[in-house]
Each structure stands twice: as structure tokens, then as C-alpha cells.
């Protein structure tokens, strides 16, 4: 079993930044590809960032390329999502998950845990 714990969230302006964290517990974090996940309200899930376990590859959704950053410390079992740029439209619950395996997925049915969400607001 994995715990996943986010923290980092809260309310910024337009433009500002965030950095959010997910401390992984349970399992060796080395061996699980993680992602970030956001749900606006009446919204469906959506795959933001995903990063292997080695963290030498990346993936983002085109909604935030450019402007957000997944990355991980295998050391600190953490893995982190740093968000610049930030505009209203960013404004969700983000989610972190965890997958076994090397290799990571866009799908949120891939993954097998998950943190309990944390609210980002972003006002205009």
C-alpha cells in the first residue's frame, strides 16, 4: 500500500506561482511513476503531469505546457509540481498518483493510489 499526502496548495493571484509537494510513504518510491491530477468543479479528471520513476522522463498536458513542472526527489520520496504562470482557469482540486511500474500513463485508471487532493484557487 502507498500513502500519498499533498501539501503546497492555496490561493494565489493570476500570474503568481505555486510550488505543490506529494510525500509518498509504503512502498519504494523509487519503483512507482507518478503524476498530477486536477478536477475542477463539474469537470472530469485531467492528467496534468506525469514523470517515470527514474524521473528522467516527463509528460504534460497542453493545457499547462510550458508554464508547470513535474519533477521528483527519490531521496525525499517527494514529487513536486511547480505552476508559474497561473491563471483563473487553473483553479481545481490537483491530485497526486502513483502507478507501479517504470513506465508512467496518461489515464487515471492506470493508477492504483492516490492522495487526498488539494484546492488551488486562482482569482483573476
Known amino acids: 500500500q502507498v500513502q500519498l499526502v499533498e501539501s503546497g496548495g492555496g490561493l494565489v493571484q493570476a500570474g503568481e506561482s505555486l510550488r505543490l509537494s506529494c510525500a509518498a510513504s509504503?512502498?519504494?518510491?523509487?519503483?512507482?511513476?507518478m503524476a498530477w491530477f486536477r478536477q475542477a468543479p463539474g469537470k472530469e479528471r485531467e492528467s496534468v503531469a506525469r514523470i517515470n520513476r527514474s524521473g528522467g522522463s516527463t509528460s504534460y498536458s497542453d493545457s499547462i505546457k510550458g508554464r508547470f513542472t513535474i519533477s521528483r526527489d527519490n531521496a525525499k520520496n517527494t514529487v513536486y509540481l511547480q505552476m508559474n504562470r497561473l491563471k483563473p482557469e487553473d483553479t481545481a482540486v490537483y491530485y497526486c498518483?502513483?502507478?507501479?511500474?517504470?513506465?508512467?500513463?496518461?489515464?487515471?485508471?492506470?493508477?492504483?493510489?492516490w492522495g487526498q487532493g488539494i484546492q488551488v484557487t486562482v482569482s483573476s
Open positions: 509504503g512502498r519504494t518510491f523509487s519503483s512507482l511513476s
Open positions: 498518483a502513483a502507478k507501479e511500474g517504470a513506465v508512467f500513463a496518461t489515464g487515471a485508471r492506470h493508477y492504483d493510489y
